[in-house]
């Protein structure tokens, strides 16, 4: 049965640590990123964004920001993507 299950996405959230954490600004609001959301993309590749809150509190917008091209970053994203194949390769089913 698994060759005739079509799965579009695999997504992992992973919470950026402190020391890599930026910030980045949308529509006139500052915003602390603290989460990457990273999806394997059918052909293989990984997609990532980043969110978080804004600085000077409050719920705010879920807004997605682009994740710079930092090599910490690619490394974290890389790191996170094996860990959730190992995750994922030992499930234990619906419980």
């Known amino acids: 049965m698994s060759s005739e299950v079509e ?3 695999l997504a992992v959230n992973i919470t950026i640590p402190e020391a ?5 600004t949308r529509r006139g609001t500052t915003f602390r990123l603290t989460t990457l959301n ?6 293989g590749h990984l997609a990532a964004k980043a969110y978080g809150r804004p600085v000077e509190g409050g ?10 091209g930092r090599p910490e970053l690619a ?21």
């Open 7 to 9: 799965v579009s996405a």
């Open 20 to 24: 890599l954490r930026w910030t980045d």
């Open 38 to 43: 990273v999806r394997l993309l059918p052909d």
């Open 59 to 68: 719920r705010g917008a879920y807004v997605s920001f682009p994740v710079p």
């Open 75 to 95: 490394a974290l994203v890389a790191a996170a993507a094996a860990r959730a194949g190992e995750m994922w390769a030992g499930h234990r089913g619906l419980g």
